[in-house]
C-alpha cells in the first residue's frame, strides 16, 4: 500500500513550477489530487491528464486564491466532490519584486494577497473539515527569504514570514484535533518564478548555497510528500528549508 492511498489532496497554483511537481508526486504516492490554477488552464489539466497517464486521480479547479469567497467555493468543491479533504497544499504565489521607496501599493497588496491572505483563506475553509474529521495534514509553501530577507522583495519577504508565523499558530490552535500544520522553505529553485535572473544573479545564488546549484522542484516535492504523509506523523508547526544548505536556520 502506498503512503498516501485512499487520501485527497488540494494543491494550490499546482498547473506549473513546483505546485505541478508536488500533485504529480502526491499523485504518484496513491493520493487523489486537485488540481487548482489561477489562469493556466492548459497547463493544469496537462498536470491532470500527466497524473491519469500515470495511472492516478486528478481534476483540475480553477480558482483565484487571493479572492476569499473563491477560496471557500474551492474547498467546499473539493470535500462536494471527493467527500474529504486530507492534505492541503497553500503553494499558490507570485512575485512582485522592486526596491521599497519605488514599491507602489499594487504591488505590496498583490503579493500580500496572493501569497498570505490566500494561504489564511483557504486554510480557514478546509481547517473546518480536517477538525471534524480529527485528521488532516496541512503543508505551507515559504521561502528562506521569508527566514533571511531579501534586497527587492520586502513584499515577498514578508508574506512568507508570514506564512511561517501562521504555520505555527494553526499548528498549535489543530493539534489538539489531530491535524498537523508545517512550512516548507524552499531555497532557489528552478522554475518559470527563477527563470528571470541573469547570469551573474545565478551565479552569485549559487555561491551562497553549500551545495553549489539550484534544486529542483521535484527536490520539494519529496519533503512536500513526508510531511503529507503518516511518516511525519509526530512533526508539526516546523519550518522545513529545502534550499541545498543556504539558511542553516
Ligand atoms: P511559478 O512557477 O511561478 O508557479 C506559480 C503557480 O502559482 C502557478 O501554478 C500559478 O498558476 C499559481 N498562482 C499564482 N497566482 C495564483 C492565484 N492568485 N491563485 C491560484 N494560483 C495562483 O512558481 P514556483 O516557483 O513554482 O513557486 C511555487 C511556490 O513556491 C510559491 O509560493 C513561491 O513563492 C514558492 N517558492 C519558490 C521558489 C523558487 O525558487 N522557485 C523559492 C521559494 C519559494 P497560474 O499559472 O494558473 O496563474
Redesign the pocket.
Known amino acids: 500500500m502506498q503512503r498516501l492511498e485512499g487520501k485527497t489532496a488540494l494543491v494550490?497554483?499546482?498547473?506549473?513550477?513546483?505546485?505541478?511537481a508536488v500533485a504529480l508526486r502526491l499523485a504518484s504516492e496513491g493520493a487523489t489530487v486537485v488540481v487548482?490554477?489561477?489562469?493556466?488552464?492548459e497547463?493544469?489539466l496537462g498536470v491532470v491528464e500527466a497524473i491519469i497517464a500515470a495511472g492516478g486521480r486528478a481534476s483540475a479547479v480553477?480558482?483565484?486564491?487571493?479572492?476569499p469567497a473563491a477560496c471557500t467555493a474551492l474547498v467546499e468543491g473539493v470535500v462536494a466532490e471527493y467527500g474529504a479533504i486530507d492534505i492541503l497544499v497553500?503553494?499558490?504565489?507570485?512575485?512582485r519584486d522592486g526596491l521599497i521607496v519605488r514599491m507602489s501599493d499594487e504591488d505590496w497588496s498583490a503579493v500580500l494577497n496572493?501569497?498570505l491572505t490566500?494561504v489564511f483563506s483557504v486554510t480557514r475553509a478546509a481547517a473546518k473539515h480536517m477538525m471534524k474529521a480529527r485528521s488532516g495534514s496541512i503543508i505551507n509553501?515559504?521561502?528562506?527569504?521569508g527566514i533571511s530577507g531579501n534586497a527587492g522583495q520586502a513584499n515577498?519577504a514578508a508574506a512568507?514570514a508570514g506564512v511561517i508565523g501562521l504555520t505555527k499558530s494553526v499548528a498549535r490552535e489543530l493539534a489538539s484535533r489531530r491535524v498537523r500544520c508545517n512550512a516548507v522553505?524552499?531555497?532557489?529553485?528552478?522554475?518559470?518564478?527563477?527563470a528571470a535572473l541573469t547570469d551573474s544573479q545565478r551565479d552569485g545564488v549559487a555561491a551562497a548555497i553549500a551545495m553549489g546549484r539550484?534544486?529542483t522542484?521535484n527536490d520539494?516535492a519529496a519533503a512536500v510528500a513526508f510531511l503529507a504523509s503518516d511518516d511525519s506523523a509526530y512533526i508539526t508547526g516546523q519550518t522545513l528549508a529545502v534550499d541545498g544548505g543556504m539558511t542553516f536556520a
Do not use: H
Open positions: 494550490t497554483g499546482a498547473s506549473r513550477g513546483i505546485g505541478a487548482n490554477y489561477s489562469g493556466s488552464r497547463a493544469a480553477q480558482a483565484d486564491v487571493s479572492d497553500n503553494n499558490a504565489g507570485i512575485t496572493t501569497n490566500g509553501m515559504a521561502s528562506v527569504v515577498y512568507k522553505a524552499p531555497g532557489f529553485i528552478e522554475t518559470d518564478m527563477t539550484f534544486g522542484a520539494v
